[in-house]
């Protein structure tokens, strides 16, 4: 019996080493697994670096849809460097980052210039960075007529604006209306963080990022690393990976990626239009 205690033990210890090394395997075999079914967390970047017109709504949606079908990308970081453009272009986008902002954080980093509708972009966001010497605003509307504002006397209307959609008296009235509703939309996204009057606000100027802080026009001043850990961070995220939403996206529907071309473009900027086009653009109209 003491013989057949003396063989058992030794087999006994080298079964419980056997054990513990097979847990081991398990474990770390699990957690490869788990790595290669669970992707990392991510943090989407998207560029506005242009001119905003009809490509970017396009753009802005796929990228969007992309980010929706990929719950592994847990916030958003938009890195703006644009003057503005189309102002229709500008608020569709903005209203599709605010509609993405209830969905998961957005955070936009102003890199040299963010203005009028890149601006009114980064409004959507849960929090905007700029750097000291960007220039942040430009809080206001343009307009330009079509080519001739009158009607040929060969051609007939049922209508005395049939032809031009106004008079040029009546598109400045719009123009107003259209200024007056991009201040409120600023008032009401900055909310209490604000510290500007409506009548500076209202005059178009641009303004450094320092300056932008101050009047709280933007809440920090950082460069897109800061913003990409501001976006980790207002969704949980201590352990993540930064992918460009743009890459990724061309990667899954490059075949598709024919369809967005210069024809989605809104009119050309500073050439005659054929028809009237409102801007939310900081550069002066020719």
């Known amino acids: 019996m003491d013989k057949l205690s003396q063989l058992v033990k030794p087999l006994a210890k080298w079964g419980v080493i056997i054990g513990v090394v097979v847990l081991a395997l398990s474990a770390v075999g699990g ?15 998207v560029y506005y670096v242009s001119n905003i017109g009809g490509i970017d709504v396009a753009r802005t949606r796929a ?6 079908r990929h719950p592994e990308i847990r916030a958003l970081v938009l890195i703006i460097n644009s003057p503005g453009g189309g102002a229709a ?6 209203y599709q980052v605010r509609a993405m902002r209830g969905e998961m954080p957005v955070v936009a980093v ?17 929090h905007i960075y700029a750097k000291p010497s960007s220039l942040v605003g430009s809080v206001g509307t343009a307009f ?3 080519s001739g504002d009158t009607i040929s006397e060969r051609a007939y209307t049922t209508g005395p604006h049939k032809g031009t959609g106004s008079s040029t008296e009546l598109y400045v009235e719009k123009l107003g209306l259209l200024h007056e509703e991009f201040v409120n939309s600023v008032i009401a996204e900055r909310g209490e963080r604000l510290k500007m009057d409506r009548l500076p606000l209202s005059t178009g100027a641009v303004f450094i990022g320092l300056e932008a802080l101050e009047y709280g026009l933007v809440d920090e001043i950082g460069s897109s690393n800061e913003a990409i850990k501001k ?3 207002l969704a949980g995220l201590r352990s993540y990976e930064v992918v460009d ?3 990724e996206w061309q990667k899954e529907v490059e075949a598709e990626e024919a369809s967005l071309t210069q024809a989605n473009l809104d009119v050309e900027f500073g050439s005659d239009a054929e028809w009237p086009v409102f801007y939310h653009l900081y550069f002066e109209m020719e």
């Open 231 to 233: 976006a980790a961070s």
């Open 63 to 68: 990228w969007f849809d992309y980010v929706r």
């Open 31 to 45: 957690y490869f697994l788990a790595r290669a079914v669970v992707p990392k967390p991510k943090v989407g970047i």
């Open 245 to 247: 939403v743009d890459e």
């Open 89 to 94: 272009s500008g608020e569709e986008i903005y």
């Open 144 to 146: 330009q007529l079509p």
């Open 110 to 126: 102003i890199d040299q210039l963010g203005a009028s509708a890149a601006y009114r972009i980064a409004l959507g966001t849960n």
